[in-house]
């Protein structure tokens, strides 16, 4: 077992990482909640099917009830938030009792956010079933999308705890272990050049994604995450960092439908945009021929689809949350390790997203 400990101005608590890991929530339950009144589990459709039933007999000294959401970003929406206010509500949850988190970064960022602003705020745990979840779980970034822009709705509110059990790993699809290691290459990128280059040298094809494999790379990726957030925890500086690659990521994820490209997949668009844009105008030096190359052995798509106006994306990243008033701020590079941050016109903007668009 790896355990991780988050320090940030609101709150402390543990990352717990390893396999089996889910078998010591009862005592920290039994510890940390001696007053525990009830337990609601918030899961989707794919992870009910294949582990809630172990969980709540894992759980069965307590009082629980579950809500199964739909998969992915689909959960995201106001209509799943208000039926999960519905369904606590109904299950007389109150101050005492506490919410958990079982799935991916969807259901993660959907419960805590119900967590957030049930009652103004009852605990939570975080679940992770996904590499991805490995970013989004920590941190206490909970939120739902808008149409008009992906987690335009939210909080900063901390868990009690995550438990990160690597079993759940184990029946990941490809295009989900795809989805997580973007944000662990983004991790190395922004923070530490000996990691990216173990990544690169470790992970040659996406069958090296495992979860025994990767354990170290999620829990430095973690690591990585909590320094940051411990000094910075509501995003006022150093923490949009941590949104490398998500300016543009995030505005390709929103037109093609949310579900149509994963998270992970159009931040490493995203990042290949960011990258060259930081060539430009840092002289970052950096092999993007060799970068590429390796994505594509992954299997990732490393270019815009075709299909999408540069236009369109200039607007979705016109709404991204570091931007103020008309100027798009993108997180940049100056070497692997060391990001700023810069404001890039729309016309130079322009001109770089009508290069980086597929062709053919």
Not at 90 to 101: F, G, P, T, V, Y
Not at 284 to 290: G, H
Request: overall charge negative.
């Amino acid at each position: 077992m790896k355990a991780v400990s988050v320090q940030t101005s609101s709150k402390e608590y543990p990352v717990l990482i390893g396999e089996k890991i889910i078998h010591e929530l009862p005592l920290f339950l039994h510890n940390e909640f001696p007053q525990l009144t009830k337990l609601m589990i918030i899961t989707d459709e794919n992870i009910g099917k294949l582990y809630l039933q172990d969980l709540l007999e894992v759980l069965s000294d307590f009082e629980s009830s579950h809500i199964i959401v739909p998969n992915g970003e689909n959960a995201k929406t106001f209509e799943v938030y208000h039926e999960c206010l519905t369904f606590a509500l109904k299950q007389q949850l109150d101050r005492k009792s506490l919410i958990l988190a079982f799935g991916g970064g969807a259901v993660g960022d959907l419960s805590g956010f119900v967590a957030a602003t049930y009652m103004r705020g009852i605990p939570f745990i975080q679940i992770p079933t996904t590499i991805l979840a490995h970013d989004s779980a920590v941190g206490g970034k909970v939120a739902i999308n808008h149409e008009l822009g992906k987690n335009m709705v939210g909080a900063f509110y901390q868990p009690e705890a995550v438990f990160y059990d690597l079993e759940y790993l184990h029946t990941l699809p490809e295009r989900e272990k795809r989805s997580g290691f973007a944000e662990v290459i983004k991790h190395a990128l922004i923070h530490d050049l000996s990691f990216y280059e173990e990544l690169k040298e470790k992970v040659k094809t996406i069958e090296d994604i495992q979860a025994r494999l990767i354990q170290p790379f999620l829990a430095r990726g973690i690591e990585i995450k909590a320094n940051i957030v411990g000094e910075d925890e509501k995003e006022t500086g150093k923490r949009a960092f941590l949104n490398f690659g998500h300016t543009l990521g995030h505005a390709v994820e929103a037109e093609m439908g949310y579900g149509g490209w994963s998270h992970g997949e159009a931040i490493i668009v995203g990042m290949r945009y960011a990258i060259q844009l930081s060539k430009k105008y840092n002289k970052f030096a950096f092999n993007d021929e060799e970068f590429t190359n390796w994505l594509i052995t992954l299997g990732y798509e490393t270019e815009i689809p075709a299909e999408i106006p540069a236009e369109k994306l200039l607007l979705r990243m016109k709404q991204d949350k570091k931007t103020i008033g008309s100027s798009i701020t993108f997180v940049l590079l100056e070497a692997i390790g060391n990001p700023m941050m810069m404001k890039i016109d729309d016309e130079a903007l322009m001109m770089e997203l009508e290069r980086f668009v597929k062709k053919g």
